[in-house]
């Protein structure tokens, strides 16, 4: 089993940039494929990224794609999102997933998940 932590949610203006971590303990993280999730108030959990376990593959939604960029360290069992040009719709609670078997495009390919960082983007 793999322990997800999740840092780097904050509030943020429009047109900004943030960076999110997902800090994995446990299994060896370079078991897992993993992915970023994101979920608004009253709305389902949407994937955001997904990325191959040695890293050399990355997936995203269409609605982030040319903002956000899926990346991982697995000398140092971090995940990482780096956002840029913020959009209020952006705003939601952002989880770090994992799974050993799939690479985590939707929440039912995830097996593990880190407790979500709020972020808020301001008009």
């Known amino acids: 089993q793999v322990q997800l932590v999740e840092s780097g949610g904050e509030l943020v203006q429009a047109g900004g940039a943030l960076r999110l971590s997902c800090a994995a303990s446990g299994r060896p993280f370079s078991n897992y494929a993993m992915g970023w999730f994101r979920q608004a108030p009253e709305k389902e959990r949407e994937f955001v990224a997904a990325i191959t376990r040695n890293g050399n593959k990355t997936y995203y939604a269409d609605s982030v794609k040319g903002r956000f960029t899926i990346s991982r360290d697995n000398a140092k069992n971090m995940l990482y999102l780096q956002m840029i040009s913020l959009k209020p719709e952006d705003t939601a609670v952002y989880s770090c997933?994992?799974?050993?078997?799939?690479?985590?495009?939707?929440?039912?390919?995830?097996?593990?998940w880190g407790q979500g960082t709020q972020v808020t983007v301001s008009s």
């Open positions: 997933a994992a799974s050993q078997i799939y690479l985590p495009q939707t929440p039912k390919m995830a097996q593990y």
